[in-house]
């Protein structure tokens, strides 16, 4: 709390003027109904807002001229392009997305920043969405890469949100990271979620899921909106 208060120094609550370095966080604004606020985003953010370059190499002299109140970032972007920021005056604040409990603090910390009143019941209401009665049992991997073979493994978001919908993820090392077809072989998992075209040789028994939604991709508050297209499925 002694940080955000440093950090709303010299600014009025309400709508300060704010540069999104990362779609989870356009997002999270977006959910807390506070979009009008955002003055630019990066280039992987889908919108008609001004653009300062992409998550990795921001174009820092360009968001030091729109002079924002914040800039809201995640830990993808590099230390240097935040320490640059910093040292010109602008307030940044860093913030961390791996995982569900991280999407649901950080709708409280932006919804501070931005002083959202019901920002408390919005990241109540988001983990409220993700909770499953009808859990779908069986054992699963998740590709989010597919010439490298690249799956959700523990920590992940997404490994989150699966294993609350009820299945057991088999990447079982934390972060995302590279298998191989050997691998599955050995784990023998009943589903393959994947969200790009796997071609490769499996095993017959294995139930191959492509999914469709691009909003599971991004580790923001939105994923809510995705989780019919997992409830769907059944063994």
């Known amino acids: 709390m002694i940080i955000l208060l440093v950090l709303l120094k010299g600014f009025t609550l309400g709508c300060p003027k704010i540069v999104s370095l ?21 280039v992987y953010s889908k919108d008609s807002r001004e653009k300062i370059g992409g998550l990795v190499d921001p174009d820092v002299e360009k968001i030091i001229r729109l002079k924002p109140d914040v800039v809201i970032s995640s ?58 009665k009808d859990k779908i049992k069986g054992s699963a991997l998740i590709f989010v890469g597919c010439k490298e073979l690249i799956v959700a493994g523990k920590g992940t978001y997404l490994s989150d949100i699966f294993e609350i919908k009820g299945f ?7 972060g995302w990271y590279r298998i191989n077809l050997e691998y599955i072989y050995n784990v ?32 923001s508050p939105l994923v809510i909106y995705a989780l019919g297209e997992i409830g769907r499925i059944r063994k």
Do not use: M, Q
């Open 22 to 42: 990362a779609p989870s966080v356009t997002e999270t604004i977006e959910y807390l109904g506070k979009g009008e606020c955002i003055i630019a985003t990066t």
């Open 75 to 132: 830990t993808l972007t590099p230390r240097d392009k935040i320490k640059a920021l910093k040292g010109a005056g602008i307030n940044v604040v860093v913030l961390r997305w791996d995982t569900l409990k991280d999407i649901e603090e950080n709708i409280r910390v932006i919804g501070r920043i931005l002083g959202v009143k019901d920002a408390e019941e919005k990241a109540r209401l988001f983990r409220k969405a993700l909770s499953s």
């Open 168 to 174: 057991k993820n088999l990447a079982t090392r934390k």
């Open 188 to 219: 023998k998992p009943d589903f393959i979620f994947t969200f790009c075209d796997l071609n490769i040789k499996l095993p017959e028994h294995i139930k191959v899921i492509r999914i469709t939604s691009n909003r599971l991709l991004k580790p």
